[in-house]
Nanobody, 125 residues
């Protein structure tokens, strides 16, 4: 089992940057693929990005491709989401999640077993 806690959210102007962190407990962090999701008010939770256990492979939603970068440091049990060129439509609660589903990088929220409580990101225009 793994417990996840996100940090790094906040208020930023359009065009600005934020780096989210997700700290994981437990000694088996490197056995999980990790994902970032977000949920805006009145909308469903949507996939943002995911990374394999080793960090060798990543995938992104089209809406953030070229602006966001996911990475992980298994020695620190932490996954990151660097967000650049932020837009007002990026405003949401951002969640990190862990999955034992490793056949491929999954973008489906129900394939992720463990979730953090989320961190708010607000982008002003």
């Amino acid at each position: 089992q793994v417990q996840l806690v996100e940090s790094g959210g906040g208020l930023v102007q359009a065009g600005g940057s934020l780096r989210l962190s997700c700290a994981a407990s437990g000694r088996t962090f490197s056995s999980y693929a990790m994902g970032w999701f977000r949920q805006a008010p009145g909308k469903e939770r949507e996939f943002v990005s995911a990374i394999t256990q080793s960090g060798s492979s990543t995938t992104y939603a089209d809406s953030v491709k070229g602006r966001f970068t996911i990475s992980r440091d298994n020695a620190k049990n932490t996954v990151y989401l660097q967000m650049n060129s932020l837009k007002p439509e990026d405003t949401a609660v951002y969640y990190c999640a862990a999955t034992t589903f490793i056949l491929y990088l999954t973008t489906t929220p129900t394939n992720y077993q463990y979730w953090g409580p989320g961190t708010q990101v607000t982008v002003s225009s």
